[in-house]
DNA sequence: TACCGATGTGTGAACGAGCACACACGCTAG
DNA sequence: CTAGCGTGTGTGCTCGTTCACACATCGGTA
């Protein structure tokens, strides 16, 4: 900056005051901004960060273990939502990668180094470190997903989970199906057990812990080994709650090689209304998660924080209809 | 830092000793670590990267349109593989997504203003702004993929995709089809471009265009479009070379349902060997890519340039071994 | 006693910007 | 003639570090 200032004759406050706004004359303001473009220079962020207290930027965290994150089809839509909104308020979103404890630690640093000013934090569990530390150094932060801890002081974005799978539940019940096995998930985590306590509200006396299969992962091999277990535990069963579209995938690709028909023998929903429900054959019943949205108004959280609004709402649960297709 | 170092009574410069290593003595050393856990103290890095003029982070950045990259089985496994080897460097690697110009913009600044030593840029296309800049900013960088321009002055690492694609073409060719055709994707971009020509080279004089359909996207839909065209105009069509596996699934789909037996009636091969070749049924011949070797090469190249190794190589081709499943 | 190297420690000057303040200038009004 | 005003501009301090250098202390040696 001082080059330049030298270049164009003036000092460095001048230039300043071309970069940030201020009284310049035209003649100043054209021979800095020659200046300027014939060195090339652009400002120095660390500098600027550095007097300014801010980075103008904000992290993505997506705190789930890395197998599950290539496979979810809802983060990659979050993260555009979340960056539209970001993009517009002149923010630079960056995502960061946890894979490994050494992630974490690093990670962690790079939050309370001053890199970003807010985070945006995907599936956080309880008690962990990550989340603890944004607790900590109280920065602007939003859970996508119901929190486990610290869900008084940090706001989150999410879906009704246990309202939706009673919802999709109750309509399996509706067409008919008597004999109604879950497929559940990941029940360390909120949505997991949300979607199971829905579906045992809408069965209600009729829930049976037996026709309720357990895996660890939201992902199609779960569909498949799930879907086998309900089979062999009662080969009657017609209707079937799979935790996500990929876990429904999967149970229908048993299905098929068991000789049942969906939706002629067995009823099947999914969750998520991912590129997967589309495909399946026939297309998936299923509830749709507005993924885009959802990363929107966490953006818009965060923002809203960071700018120093002091009421921001606690949470936003966003509407998550059923959509009903022809498998069940 | 100061505040901590009265706390220690000691001097600046003592204490950047115990963070950045140095002659300190026992004593000294657990009074300032003492003060550092009391005050809980963490360096601020825009401070240490303005006088150090590194980050020690590397950016991840997909030049794709931002559907595509959704949809892309691979990205997220290169993104793990550069994570691994960047991680243990002490690198963070930061991904931006890159959405609309005002991002490319915003991407630029926050490049060039110091936020990264580094990039990793996938699926960069011929004169994109952010290669440019890159090019003209003398960044540490690698291209995944083959670089359209700049192929000079930036490395990159990738796979032989005119090569592979001739050798499963080759291998359908053996196998006894007669009429193969391929289902074209992403032909601006070089590995569009270059499976195109291995297919054409494999069936040199009997390479017929009529049989080639090209359609937009890598993605299942290009896959249903692109083989509904091929049927149209070929229907006695007995292999295709589809150029991605998620093309594949939504060529197989179309078989199924005109009622063509595969493996029998048609044989089909796909690239990648994503999440979707196993799924397929029946489960997908296909080219093996190794992203997370190309992930963990990219990474390296870049932290050799970083750290001011003059010979780094051009190109790092990795191997892409097909995979022969039972769809062909 | 003088000098030496080794081992710790303190100090001031950067790094590249932002910001507050002071000040110079031309003009008008008292 | 000077005080007051608006418009531009220059200057010095600050942000939290790093780094090079200077300095102090100590045991050992000539």
Redesign the interface.
């Known amino acids: 900056m001082k080059d330049i200032a030298a270049a164009a004759g003036v000092s460095r406050g001048t230039v300043n005051r071309v970069l940030n706004g201020g009284y310049v004359s035209p003649e100043a303001r054209t021979a800095i901004e020659a200046a300027i473009a014939e060195v090339?220079y652009?400002?120095?962020?660390?500098?600027?960060?550095?007097k300014r207290r801010r980075?103008e930027?904000v992290g993505f965290l997506a705190l789930e273990p890395?197998a599950v994150?290539?496979?979810d089809p809802n983060i990659?839509?979050i993260?555009?939502g979340a960056?539209?909104v970001l993009?517009?308020a002149?923010y630079?979103?960056?995502?960061?990668?946890i894979?490994?404890d050494?992630?974490t630690e690093?990670?962690a640093?790079?939050l309370?180094?001053?890199?970003v000013d807010g985070a945006i934090i995907v599936s956080a569990r309880a008690y962990d470190p990550i989340t603890r530390l944004i607790g900590?150094i109280a920065m602007p932060a939003v859970f996508i997903g119901h929190p486990p801890d610290l869900a008084n002081t940090i706001p989150f974005v999410g879906i009704d989970n246990v309202g939706s799978a009673r919802e999709i539940t109750s309509r399996l019940i509706a067409t008919g199906r008597r004999r109604i096995g879950m497929i559940a998930c990941a029940l360390n985590r909120d949505s997991g057990g949300d979607r199971l306590d829905g579906f045992r509200q809408a069965l209600g006396d009729r829930f049976d812990p037996a026709l309720v299969a357990e895996v660890p992962h939201y992902d199609?091999l779960g569909g498949v080994n799930g879907m086998r277990e309900l089979l062999e535990r009662e080969p009657g069963i017609d209707g079937v709650f799979a935790a996500s579209d990929a876990v429904a995938?999967g149970a229908m690709?048993v299905l098929r090689e068991a000789g049942r028909d969906v939706p002629g023998d067995v009823g099947v929903v999914g969750f998520d209304d991912s590129?997967w429900a589309a495909?399946t054959?026939p297309p998936l019943s299923t509830i749709h998660q507005p993924a885009r949205e959802i990363g929107r108004h966490a953006a818009e959280l965060v923002h809203r924080q960071i700018s120093g609004d002091t009421d921001v709402p606690r949470s936003v649960v966003l509407p998550s209809p059923v959509v009903w297709r022809h498998s069940a």
């Open positions: 090339g652009v400002p120095n962020t660390a500098a600027r960060n550095l980075s930027a890395h994150l290539l496979e990659g839509a993260m555009l960056n539209a993009s517009l002149g630079q979103m960056v995502s960061l990668v894979d490994s050494r992630d690093r990670v640093r790079y309370s180094g001053g890199f900590q199609y995938a690709q590129a495909r054959q």
